[in-house]
């Protein structure tokens, strides 16, 4: 059977929920000269992925949660 023959109410789903993304521009010499984490708060947990490294994710038992954290509240006030 072909796969369009296997499915039926097919639809388009478009998702509003804002994104949120801390982002930034080292200064440092030597490392990448922007970064960018996207913020996400399931409900349930907060974490943060790397924008540029989806495999890389930032827990609140990592060090550098607290860091981010932090730069997510001063730019929120």
């Known amino acids: 059977m072909k796969f369009k023959d296997q499915i039926k109410d097919l639809k388009v789903t478009t998702i509003t929920v804002p994104r ?3 982002s930034w521009v ?3 010499e030597g490392r ?3 970064d960018c984490y996207e913020r996400i708060d399931d409900g349930v947990l907060v974490y943060y992925v790397n924008t ?3 495999e ?3 827990h609140k038992t990592d060090e550098f949660f607290n860091v981010l954290e932090s730069m997510y509240n001063e730019c929120s006030i």
Do not use: A
């Open 26 to 28: 080292n200064t440092e």
């Open 52 to 54: 540029y490294g989806k």
């Open 56 to 58: 890389s994710y930032v």
């Open 32 to 34: 990448d000269s922007v």
């Open 20 to 22: 949120i993304f801390l």
